[in-house]
C-alpha cells in the first residue's frame, strides 16, 4: 500500500524562493569583485573626466580590494568608449568616468547616435563639476557681462568668442547667453580649449569659457580681464568673483562634469555597492580638496538623482539646439 506524501503548502515554497534569491542577491555583493575592473575614460589624460576618474580609481581599488585599471579610450567626443560601455557585460566589471557632454548634449546633435542615454547606461554617480570663468581680451570696451551684452546688442555678430569643437562647454555655454541675453556673439572654432585661450590672449578673439586653473593665472597678471563664472552659485576659492547670474543675466548657469556610468541592468547590489563606495569617497575632505585645488567641485548623487539629472539637462539643452542650430561634426 503506497502512502501519500504530504503536501507542502504553496505560499511556504514561495517563500523558500523569495530567501533564495534575497540569498543569491547578497551573495552575489559580498563576492564582487573578484576580479580587476576597467575604468573606461573618453578622453585623452589630463581631461576633467580623466582627473576625477583617476581619483576615484585609486581609492576604489582600495575599498574593493582588487584594481580598477584606467584605460583613455578617447575619439568622437566620447561616443567610441560609450559604444564600448554599452555593449560590455552589465557585471561591474567594466564602468567608466565620463564627459557628462556625451550622455546630454550629443544626443541632441548627432543624428543616429548608436546609444540613448537614459536606457542604454546604468547612471552609478555624479562625480564632479567644473565651472568656467568667462574672460575677455582686455581691449574689449565691456568691464562686466551688462556692458557685454549692450556692446553686443549694439553691434551684432562683431564680439567673436572663441571656443573648441562642436559641444564643448566652451561652445554651447556662449550659446546658452545667446540665447538669454538675445544677442548674437560670432564664433571662432578651434580643435581644443588650450588655442581658444590663447586666442583671446592675443586679441584674435574677444572673449571665451575657460576652466579656472587655465584662466585665472591671466586674470591675476591683467591679460585678460575676469567677467564672471558660469556655476549657480559662487565658487568658493573665489568668493569675489559673481556669477553671469548675479552680473547681468539672471538665471544663468552652464557648467561641465563628469560621472561615472556602467553597461544597461547593471544588477542593482553590484550598483549599491559602487555608488556606496563612490559616494564616501567624493565626500571625503582629501578628495574635496584636491578637486579645489584645479577649479573642480565633487558632485557625488545617488543613482536616481543622476538620471534625474540627466533628463533635466537634456530638456534645458534642447532648445538651445533648436534655435542655434547646432549640428554634429
Known amino acids: ?7 507542502v503548502p504553496s505560499q511556504f515554497l514561495r517563500g523558500v524562493a523569495i530567501v533564495c534569491l534575497c540569498g543569491t542577491g547578497v551573495a552575489h555583493a559580498q563576492e564582487y569583485p573578484d576580479k580587476p575592473i576597467r575604468m573606461l575614460v573618453p578622453v585623452l589624460p589630463g581631461g576633467a573626466p580623466d582627473f576625477g576618474g583617476r581619483i576615484v580609481a585609486e581609492r576604489l581599488s582600495t575599498r574593493l580590494g582588487q584594481k580598477v585599471v584606467v584605460e583613455n579610450r578617447a575619439g568622437a567626443g566620447g561616443v567610441i568608449a560609450l559604444e564600448v ?4 557585460p552589465p557585471n561591474g566589471y567594466t564602468i567608466a568616468a565620463t564627459q557628462l557632454g556625451p550622455l546630454t548634449f550629443t ?3 548627432q543624428d543616429g547616435l548608436s546609444y540613448d ?27 562686466n557681462v551688462k556692458e557685454l551684452i549692450a556692446l553686443a546688442r549694439a553691434h551684432p555678430g562683431e564680439v567673436t ?3 573648441s569643437g562642436v559641444g564643448g562647454t566652451g561652445h554651447i555655454s556662449a550659446e546658452l547667453f545667446n540665447l538669454m541675453a538675445k544677442i548674437k556673439m560670432q564664433r571662432i572654432q578651434f580643435k581644443s580649449v588650450g588655442p581658444s585661450l590663447i586666442s583671446v590672449l592675443s586679441g584674435e578673439s574677444q572673449i571665451t569659457y575657460s576652466n579656472i586653473a587655465a584662466a585665472l593665472p591671466h586674470t591675476q597678471s591683467g591679460r585678460l580681464r575676469l567677467l564672471g563664472v558660469t556655476s549657480a552659485k559662487r565658487v568658493s576659492t573665489l568668493p569675489e568673483v ?14 561641465g562634469g563628469a560621472g561615472i556610468i556602467a553597461p544597461p541592468n547593471l544588477p542593482r547590489p553590484i550598483l549599491q555597492r559602487l555608488n556606496k563606495e563612490i559616494v564616501e569617497i567624493l565626500n571625503s575632505k582629501e578628495v574635496n580638496d584636491l578637486m579645489l585645488q584645479v577649479g573642480m567641485l565633487p558632485a557625488p548623487t545617488t543613482p536616481e538623482e543622476f ?15 533648436k534655435l542655434a542650430n547646432i549640428k554634429g561634426e
Not at 500500500?1 to 503536501?7: A, E, Y
Not at 560601455?85 to 560590455?88: H, I, Q, R
Not at 559673481?242 to 557648467?255: K, Q, R
Open 307 to 321: 538620471t534625474a539629472y540627466i533628463r533635466a539637462e537634456l530638456k534645458k539643452w534642447a532648445p538651445v539646439v
Open 117 to 143: 542615454p537614459i536606457r542604454d547606461f546604468t547612471h552609478v554617480s555624479n562625480m564632479l563639476t567644473f565651472p568656467t570663468l568667462l574672460v575677455a581680451h582686455v581691449s574689449l570696451p565691456a568691464k
Open 85 to 88: 560601455l554599452k555593449a560590455s
Open 107 to 109: 544626443p541632441l546633435i
Open 1 to 7: 500500500m503506497q502512502t501519500k506524501s504530504p503536501s
Open 242 to 255: 559673481p556669477t553671469i547670474s548675479e552680473a547681468g543675466l539672471p538665471g544663468y548657469e552652464s557648467s
Open 161 to 163: 568668442y572663441a571656443s
